[in-house]
C-alpha cells in the first residue's frame, strides 16, 4: 500500500506562484508513475500534471502546459508541482496520485485546496 499526504496548498493572489507537495510512504517503487490531478466544485476531476519514475517523462495538460512544472526528489520520496502565473480558474482542490503497476491511479492523497483571488 502507498501513502500520499499533499502539502503547500493556499490562498494567492492571481498571477502569483503555490508550490505543491506530496510525500510517499508504504510500498513506494522508483518506477512509479506519479500526478497532480484537480476538482473543482461541480466539475469533473482532471488531470494536471504527471511524470514517469521510470524515465523522468513529464506531461502536462494543456491549462497547465507552460505555467506549471512536476519533479520528483526521489531521495525524499517527494513530488513536486510548481505552479506560476495562476488563475482564477485553478482553483480546485489538487490530489497527488501514485500508479505502482503502469495500469491506473490506485492511491490518492486527501487533497489540499487550492484558492486563487481575481
Known amino acids: 500500500q502507498v501513502q500520499l499526504v499533499e502539502s503547500g496548498g493556499g490562498l494567492v493572489q492571481a498571477g502569483g506562484s503555490l508550490r505543491l507537495s506530496c510525500a510517499a510512504s508504504?510500498?513506494?517503487?522508483?518506477?512509479?508513475?506519479m500526478a497532480w490531478f484537480r476538482q473543482a466544485p461541480g466539475k469533473e476531476r482532471e488531470f494536471v500534471a504527471g511524470?514517469?519514475?521510470?524515465?523522468?517523462?513529464?506531461y502536462y495538460a494543456d491549462s497547465a502546459k507552460g505555467r506549471f512544472t512536476i519533479s520528483t526528489d526521489n531521495a525524499k520520496n517527494t513530488v513536486y508541482l510548481l505552479m506560476n502565473s495562476l488563475k482564477p480558474e485553478d482553483t480546485a482542490v489538487y490530489y497527488c496520485?501514485?500508479?505502482?503497476?503502469?495500469?491506473?491511479?490506485?492511491?490518492w492523497g486527501q487533497g489540499t485546496q487550492v484558492t486563487v483571488s481575481s
Open positions: 508504504g510500498r513506494t517503487f522508483s518506477s512509479t508513475r
Open positions: 511524470i514517469s519514475g521510470s524515465s523522468g517523462s513529464t
Open positions: 496520485a501514485a500508479d505502482p503497476t503502469s495500469g491506473r491511479y490506485l492511491y
